[in-house]
Every structure is written in structure tokens, then in C-alpha cells.
DNA sequence: GAGAAATCTATAAAAAAATATCGATTTTGA
DNA sequence: TCAAAATCGATATTTTTTTATAGATTTCTC
């Protein structure tokens, strides 16, 4: 009873939250690879240029990949199709965004999202006089129109990225339009009906791993951490 | 044999990762409260409000604070101060930035960060067009000017926002300037030498999480997830 | 002031994730 | 062809994290 094949959701039941954070890590590694010419890569080498443990490796890629061969590893463009696949890039899903401040326009800018099978079909936002065509070329509309582009286009994915005090106010009207995965970037919790999910970005959550990092250093106590390879928490 | 007061040092042998990324989560709802006049709250109350469950509040919140009381809960004032001094927000840190297109400049004027005990005190780019002061107020400077800076100010935290090909050199940077607290937000991998920390934000994890709830959600398949809070996943 | 309710702490159990072990398979090269 | 080396997969163990249970403490109400 193998996994190796399907969708995301095929085999939700066989992969770990922290193995589907880490697929996209193995990605961007074996993509790198593959422009200088690799052919076949080992989960130890993986691993290796990782930092991460070789079983670890290969039991994350055993979720999504019909395994490597002894003696030689897997195939990369296989693995790389696998891990695209699993991942759901290979069917792009529409998004729309809130918030046109500096951190919304930074997002709608950058580029790599439509590798990552998201698209942002557009913005929206409060100020009249933010609204208009982004320099990334992405319409911002007055939030007055979201409920309807949404309806239209089937709209399952909402981006926030305004400031925390109107964020519950924003969440409230996606979900109202229709949107049933929040990716929240206001620094504060969001509540919403069963079965939304909302994924925040917990900066601060980072930002307190790398103080408690400092304080180790700095403190100099018993460096209780594996000296042997550079530290990497998720 | 307590932890109630400290430094994020102090208490690092008993606080799991998974707690401290948990403790801004609950600053934030805790400050919200105290806004509105609350006094005291229960572990309860903020397991309910965050959707997480009681008994996971408490544990987390005894590795920080030195207890609440029985059918009162915890003094907000007293546990937001312990919050805030485990996670060092008392004793501000600097930082620099090295990036400053749309991404670093959205941080660079990001005030929150003050907040979370991080003083960014410069910015750097190799684009000499980019440098002067930023509208947040804070310099933007060469290159150049970068190591003697870092070395002169003793700064230990550099934050990486530059596209993804030249991260990996930026990074050299840094830790040639003594800095030893990374956080990443190129869409790549980042090697440094032992016990330089380096905290990369993974978008990809958090849309493929994304992407795995719409899935389930939109082929019906089995919901598997308790139904009765909304999914909140970290 | 006694009993009930709420909430806490401490300890124990369960679940999830990471790591180790071991045997099997494939290639390489004598 | 056959032994050695590399690597894999499956199963087992350990560690970490979450959740449950039991008993203690404080406040409230009558």
C-alpha cells in the first residue's frame, strides 16, 4: 500500500504537518540541483546539504516519491515531479489579497508565488487611493468589490495583510465571500466559523527562537545544541 | 524548583520550542485584554479564545510565570510582564537588514517590531540608487559599509531580504561581521559555520498547508479534524 | 463557616515526530 | 561471476509534544 502517487489530499492520512513543511524545503534544494546538471541525488546528500538527519530525509520523501534506487538515489526530475504534485503546484489555485499597505504590495510583487501553484488574481483595500493597477501589474480594487470577484471566481484562498486592528473585520468578509483558507499576516489572532482554517505567520514566534538563540551564545552556557551542524529550527 | 523569572536563557532547558513559539500568541491576546479593562484571566479563557485547549495554556504558561490562583486565573499585568521578560522583549536587541527592495523596505517601516524587543538600526543594498533614508526613517547604506558597522555596534542579528541567488553571499557577510542570528527570508536554503543560528520564514510550508486543507475541503473527503474549533495550525 | 464551584498544579498516559537498527537490493569492479 | 560498497525500505526505539487524570487550593454563596 503505497502513497506514492496523487494529490495532496490522496495522502493526508500518511503525511506529518512537519514532513509537508519540509517538502518544500527539498524542493528548492533539488530544483537548484537540477540547473547544474544532477541527474540522480542520494537522501544522504540531501540530507547533508540540508542539515537534517539521512532517515529523516528519506522517510519525508518516501510520502510522496516511489522511491530511489540502491547505490544510485532517486531520479531528480522524478522526485522534483513528485514533490510538485504532492504539493498541489501543478494546478495553480486563484487568491485574492487585503491590504495594499508596503507588506501587501511587497507579496503581490514577488514573483515566486505562481511557482508555488498560488495566483493572485488581485488586491483590495479601503483607501480609495491605493486602488488602481499595481506596479506588478495586479489590480487593486476598493474593498466594496471582493465579495463579487470572489463569488465569480470561486475564490477559496484570501491573503490579509492589512494592520491587526481591522484584520478580524477583513477575515469576516472573506469568509462571507466565500474564501475558506486565510493566510494572515496581521500579527493577531483571528477567530472564524468550523472549518476555515487560518494559517498565521507567527514572526514573532521566529523572532523569539532567534532571541532565545542569542541568549544561549551570548550567556555562553552549556552549549546544549549539537555543535556539528548550523542550527536550523522549524 | 520553579522558573518562574529569568531570561529566555534561563529557563531553556524546560520551555519546548513549540511553547515559545506559542508565547507571542498569547502576548498578543493578553495586551488585547488589558486594552479592554480585564484584570484577570484564566488559562481557560485563553485556551477558548485562541482555540487551543486548556490544559496546553497552562503548561505553557507555567514554564514562564509563577502561577495563577484558583478560581481567579492569572493576573494579566503580572503574566504579560513574564511573558515579555522570557521572551526578552525588555532588553531590546539590534539588528540590520540587508535587502532593501519591496520586502525589506515593508519590514524597515514594519514599527511592530519594536514591540517584539527588535531594533532594526540600519538597512543595507548593494544598489547605491536604493540607499539614503528610508521613508520609515531608518538609513539605508551600501554595502560597504555593512562589516564596520555590525563590529562597531556589536550587532548579532541580521535579517536577510535580498532575492534568493544572492542570499547565500549576503549570509557569508553577516557572519564575516560577527552577526549570529540569521533570519532568512529568500526562498532558499542558507549554510553557515556551527552555532550560527539561522531562522528561515518557509511561505512554501505555510501555503502547502494551505493548499492541503483546500484539498481536503474541496474533494469532501472524510473531515478528520475535529469540527469543532477552527484549524489553526503552526 | 461549610459546601460547592472553579481553577490550579503535578503526575501520568497517549500521540506524534524524530532517530536508530537491520536486512534487502542494486551497482561497481576485481 | 561474486564480493564489496552504497543506498534503500521497513520496523523498532527514543524523544518530544500533547492530552488526560487526580488531587489540592482558593473563592463564592448560603
Given amino acids: 500500500m503505497k502513497a506514492g502517487k496523487g494529490t495532496v489530499s490522496d495522502m493526508e492520512h500518511h503525511m506529518s504537518i ?62 522534483v515531479r513528485d514533490i510538485e504534485h504532492a504539493l498541489g503546484y501543478d494546478n495553480a489555485r486563484d487568491a485574492v489579497l487585503v491590504g495594499a499597505g508596503k507588506l501587501g504590495k511587497a507579496l503581490l510583487s514577488y514573483g515566486g508565488f505562481r511557482e508555488y501553484g498560488l495566483n493572485i488574481v488581485a488586491a483590495f483595500d479601503i483607501d480609495e487611493r491605493r486602488c488602481g493597477t499595481d506596479e506588478s501589474g495586479k489590480r487593486i480594487l476598493p474593498m466594496e468589490d471582493m465579495k463579487e470577484l470572489c463569488e465569480r471566481m470561486s475564490i477559496k484562498i484570501g491573503i490579509i495583510t492589512v494592520p491587526a486592528v481591522c484584520a478580524q473585520q477583513v477575515c469576516d468578509k472573506l469568509v462571507d465571500a466565500g474564501v475558506i483558507a486565510l493566510w494572515n499576516f496581521a500579527p493577531t489572532h483571528l477567530k ?43
Fill in 18 to 79: 512537519q514532513t509537508l513543511k519540509r517538502l518544500p524545503i527539498y524542493l528548492t534544494l533539488l530544483k537548484e540541483k537540477q540547473q547544474s546538471g544532477t541527474v540522480n541525488i542520494s537522501a544522504g546528500a540531501i540530507a547533508q546539504e540540508l542539515g537534517l538527519v539521512e532517515i529523516q530525509v528519506r522517510k519525508d520523501l518516501a510520502c510522496v516519491s516511489n522511491g530511489g534506487k540502491p547505490r544510485v538515489g532517486y531520479v531528480l526530475d522524478a522526485l
Fill in 192 to 234: 472564524a466559523p468550523d472549518n476555515i482554517m487560518i494559517k498565521s505567520e507567527n514572526m514573532a514566534g521566529s523572532l523569539a527562537q532567534l532571541s532565545r538563540h542569542l541568549d544561549e551564545k551570548l550567556h555562553a552556557q552549556e552549549p546544549h545544541v549539537p555543535a556539528d551542524k548550523t542550527i536550523q529550527y522549524n
